[in-house]
């Protein structure tokens, strides 16, 4: 070997510097390239559409709290898996679902019949039996659910919490 040929220290080292932090750059390069384009690839395969039980169980004229597997959850979520919402028979086979969650701050709202109004115990948000609001700090209505009738059942299209980023 002469010596033009022959690898030095220096250039060995520069070398694998280069290597590594090639390396390295094409690591850290992955999550930021997946989550650009992740809005191109993306699915709503997480929405599904989830019985609520027979129509018969929600009364026309009344409002129910009701329960559903979230359809996104794990084996070990245990019952944190389940989701509730309030379920209101309008009547003529119309429903409204409402998400139990407060538009305010997202704390969970309760239905008084007595009243009729679904009131937040956080920061005293109230909203009418339709889900508009009536007083206090959350700035709209509660969030609606998408439904539908199959076989004689209310069904609703699950797998995240309806906000107005996911109004069609």
């Not at 699915?43 to 979230?70: H, I």
């Not at 609606?144 to 076989?151: A, E, F, G, T």
Request: include cysteine.
């Amino acid at each position: 070997m002469n010596d033009e040929q022959q690898l030095t220290r220096r250039a060995l080292l520069t070398k694998m510097a280069i290597l590594v932090n090639a390396v390295l750059a094409a690591i850290l390069a992955v999550p930021v390239v997946g989550y650009l384009l992740s809005p191109l690839l993306r699915s709503k395969s997480y929405l599904k559409w989830v019985s609520l039980g027979s129509t018969d169980a929600f009364p026309e004229g009344q409002t129910r709290l009701a329960t559903f597997r979230n359809p996104f959850g794990r084996p070990w979520d245990g019952v944190t898996g389940n989701t509730a919402c309030w379920v209101r028979n309008i009547g003529g086979g119309q429903f409204q679902v409402f998400a139990v969650n407060c538009a305010h701050l997202g704390c969970p709202v309760r239905w008084f019949p007595q009243s009729r109004l679904f009131m937040c115990p956080c920061h005293g948000g109230v909203y009418y039996a339709d889900g508009s609001r009536a007083a206090g700090p959350p700035p709209r209505g509660l969030f609606q659910y998408p439904w539908n009738i199959q076989n004689g059942k209310l069904m609703i299209r699950a797998g995240e919490l309806p906000t107005l980023s996911t109004r069609a």
